[in-house]
C-alpha cells in the first residue's frame, strides 16, 4: 500500500491563481481530512468527508473548496489564492475511530 | 469546545535521561487522545491513542503516555531518550463536532542532545 499519496510537493502560486491540491488513499478509508499547518499554529481542519459525495466545513474552510466522487480521492481546491494560505497542506484518512493516516504534504507559497 | 494545550514549546533533554512531553484537554465527555510525531520535511506519523481502559498506553519506538482524568492531562513519556527522538511532538483530542477529525495543540519541539 502506497499510503496516502499528495500532489505536488511543492507549489509557488501569484495572488489570484487558482490551483488544485491532490490526495489520494489506497487504504480504502472511508474518512478524510485536510489540514494546513502554519508555524507554532499546530494543525487547522480545513474540510472534511465521512464518505464518498459527502463533505463538511472544517475551522478554517474560508478560500478553499473540495469535492468527494470517490473513495480514493480528495482534491482541495483553492480558487483566488492569497498570500494567507501559504502553508503546509496535509491529507489524512482513516476508518474513523481509529488514528489518522497522514500524507507528506504539499508546501505552498503565494506570493 | 474541545481544545489540547502543550504548555512548552520546546523540551531539552539528554541522551539517556528520560524525557517527558506534556499535554492537558478540555473535552465535553470521553476523550480520545493522540500523541504524534513529525521529522522535518515529513507528514505527521502515529504514535499512540487513549480510547479507553489502562490509563498507561505504549506506543511505538518507546513511547508511552499516561492517562490522567483528574489532572485532564496526558503527557508523553519516554524512559531513555535517543537522538532520534529529536522531532516536532503534537498532541491531540477527537473533534467531537467534526466528525472524526483532529483538533491538534501547538505543537512541542523535542530536542535531544549528545
Known amino acids: 500500500n502506497a499510503g496516502v499519496t499528495q500532489t505536488p510537493k511543492f507549489r509557488i502560486l501569484k495572488i489570484g491563481q487558482s490551483m488544485t491540491l491532490q490526495c489520494t488513499q489506497d487504504?480504502?478509508?472511508?474518512?478524510m481530512y485536510w489540514y494546513r499547518q502554519d508555524p507554532g499554529m499546530g494543525l487547522k481542519l480545513i474540510y472534511y468527508?465521512?464518505?464518498?459525495?459527502?463533505?463538511d466545513k472544517g475551522e478554517v474552510p474560508n478560500g478553499y473548496n473540495v469535492s468527494r466522487s470517490t473513495t480514493e480521492d480528495f482534491p482541495l481546491r483553492l480558487e483566488l489564492a492569497a498570500p494567507s494560505q501559504t502553508s503546509v497542506y496535509f491529507c489524512?484518512?482513516?476508518?474513523?475511530?481509529?488514528?489518522?493516516?497522514f500524507g507528506p504534504g504539499t508546501r505552498l507559497t503565494v506570493l | 469546545a474541545q481544545s489540547v494545550a502543550q504548555p512548552e514549546d520546546q523540551v531539552n533533554v539528554a541522551e539517556g535521561n528520560p524525557l517527558t512531553v506534556k499535554c492537558t484537554y478540555s473535552?465535553?465527555?470521553?476523550?480520545?487522545l493522540f500523541w504524534y510525531v513529525q521529522y522535518p520535511n515529513r507528514g505527521l506519523q502515529f504514535l499512540l491513542k487513549?480510547?479507553?481502559?489502562?490509563?498507561l498506553v505504549k506506543g511505538s519506538y518507546g513511547f508511552e503516555a499516561e492517562f490522567n482524568k483528574s489532572q485532564t492531562s496526558f503527557h508523553l513519556k519516554k524512559p531513555s531518550a535517543l537522538v532520534s527522538d529529536s522531532a516536532l511532538y503534537f498532541c491531540?483530542?477527537?473533534?467531537?463536532?467534526?466528525?472524526?477529525?483532529?483538533?491538534f495543540g501547538k505543537g512541542t519541539t523535542l530536542s535531544v542532545s549528545s
Open positions: 489524512a484518512s482513516n476508518r474513523g475511530e481509529v488514528e489518522q493516516f
Open positions: 487504504m480504502n478509508h472511508n474518512y
Open positions: 468527508s465521512v464518505g464518498a459525495g459527502i463533505t
Open positions: 473535552v465535553s465527555g470521553n476523550p480520545y
Open positions: 487513549y480510547i479507553t481502559g489502562d490509563n
Open positions: 491531540a483530542v477527537r473533534d467531537g463536532e467534526a466528525g472524526t477529525a483532529l483538533i
